[in-house]
């Protein structure tokens, strides 16, 4: 089991920036694989950002490429997001995401949620 615990979120002004933080605990060895979504009132949950564990892969959605910076600290078993340059559509939850593979079965976790809240 991994478990997730998103920090970081809050009010910001358009323009403004804000720092999300997820924590894995747990199985940690096991993971490969963490990102973000987020989820705005009466949308689906979508795709923001996410980054190979071992390094060497990060994606972003296009609405939040140059915007948004996802990192990872491998020590502190830690993902980041940056958000800078906030929009009104950025207001939404986000949830952090884990992906684990243990002796070829997959696993797919997901964090309680940190609100975003951009006003204009």
């Known amino acids: 089991q991994v478990q997730l615990v998103e920090s970081g979120g809050g009010l910001a002004q358009a323009g403004g920036s804000l720092r999300l933080a997820c924590a894995a605990s747990?199985?940690?060895?096991?993971?490969?694989?963490m990102g973000w979504f987020r989820q705005a009132p009466g949308k689906e949950r979508e795709f923001v950002a996410a980054i190979r564990w071992s390094g060497g892969g990060i994606y972003y959605a296009d609405s939040v490429k140059g915007r948004f910076t996802i990192s990872r600290d491998t020590a502190k078993n830690t993902v980041y997001l940056q958000l800078n340059s906030l929009e009104p559509e950025d207001t939404a939850v986000y949830y952090c995401?884990?992906?684990?593979?243990?002796?070829?079965?997959?696993?797919?976790?997901w964090g309680q949620g940190t609100q975003v809240t951009v006003s204009s």
């Open positions: 995401n884990a992906k684990s593979r243990e002796f070829q079965a997959e696993y797919e976790y």
């Open positions: 747990g199985r940690t060895f096991s993971i490969y694989h």
